[in-house]
């Protein structure tokens, strides 16, 4: 079996340096070395485009992964797996999900808790489960992480949550599944966000730091918010599918043109009065994606001309 591994750094590719945890020089990825080492029948193709702390990825890095990813022609591999911060997780499983997810192999983000290093660290546990999802075989975007819990959960790529505070990640609609004795167990369809088919080797995306993601918090104070270069904003809701719609409202009819899109609203449920007023007043609403990958759709609508952003992010074309 050959398996195609991208490094990015994170805390997958760090150590502790007797000060603070830092990313290990060479890009390498000890996951892989270990896994080889220790099973027979594997070869690991890696490949470091970029090797960062996942808090200080940029749009650059962005590009230079998706760019990655399309000229290694994965198609050649029997999976692929990308190894990344655990802090940007939820956005980098999204980006590759949507930008991926279709390629007809199996493509997992693996991130771990801890540095390598450390005997309670996860990483290892969730890149062996990421080789395990390859051998099984089917083709989709997918991140496995063994949570507090012990238990090996199975998300969808593009249907992570952040993490927070939390030191487990859970998915916007469940998770997909549960890893246990090399067998997946189905908890659910296995969801999946896509995009129109306008990037491809030949027309890469070039992402750019210009849409918006803003969270809802009391007394939100719109009026202090830079715009400068925003060519779209996301607004997050509060758990309710709600935001303060009059100040939101007001604030984005002064954006010139500026489309605000809303996440994440759930089809089928009643919404509240703050929220009806938004959506009529312009706002935009998504259903049924989580934030996370609601950010990086967009910033990919904004990466590429051949549709209207309200056209790519409805999936016209």
């Known amino acids: 079996m050959k398996v195609l591994v991208i490094t990015t750094g994170g805390t997958i590719g760090s150590a502790f340096n007797g000060a603070a945890i830092d990313v290990c020089d060479d890009g390498r990825c000890a996951a892989a070395e270990r896994y080889a080492a220790e099973h027979q029948g594997i070869q690991f193709d890696i490949k470091s485009p970029l090797n960062i702390l996942s808090e200080q990825l940029t749009a650059d890095d962005l590009n230079r992964l998706a760019k990655a990813v399309w000229e290694a022609e994965i198609t050649r591999y029997d999976g692929v797996i990308v190894t990344v911060g655990s802090d940007n997780l939820a956005y980098l499983s999204a980006l590759i999900g949507l930008l991926f997810g279709d390629c007809g192999v199996p493509i997992c983000s693996v991130a771990s808790d801890k540095v390598l290093s450390?005997?309670?660290?996860?990483?290892?546990?969730?890149?062996?489960?990421?080789?395990?999802?390859?051998?099984?075989?089917?083709?989709?975007?997918?991140?496995?992480?063994?949570?507090?819990?012990?238990?090996?959960?199975?998300?969808?790529?593009?249907?992570?949550?952040?993490?927070?505070?939390?030191?487990?990640?859970v998915s916007f609609h469940g998770a997909y599944g549960v890893w246990k004795d090399g067998v997946l167990i189905e908890k659910r369809p296995y969801i999946r966000q896509t995009i129109p088919a306008v990037f491809d080797k030949a027309h890469l995306p070039q992402l750019e730091d210009n849409v918006l993601l803003i969270h809802p918090y009391p007394m939100q104070a719109y009026a202090r918010l830079n715009t400068d270069g925003v060519r779209a904003v996301l607004h997050t809701l509060y758990h309710s599918g709600t935001l303060d719609a009059r100040g939101a409202a007001q604030w984005a009819e002064s954006l010139g043109g500026v489309p605000l899109y809303l996440a994440s609203l759930r089809s089928g449920r009643k919404v509240y009065a703050t929220t009806a007023e938004a959506i009529r007043r312009g706002a935009i609403p998504l259903y049924d994606i989580a934030p996370e990958c609601a950010y990086m759709k967009l910033l990919l609508a904004c990466a590429q001309a051949r549709l209207g952003l309200r056209d790519f992010m409805e999936g016209i074309g």
């Open 118 to 169: 450390d005997e309670k660290a996860n990483g290892y546990a969730n890149f062996c489960c990421a080789v395990g999802l390859i051998r099984r075989g089917k083709a989709g975007a997918f991140v496995p992480y063994r949570g507090t819990d012990g238990v090996m959960v199975v998300h969808a790529a593009t249907d992570l949550r952040q993490a927070d505070l939390s030191d487990d990640f």
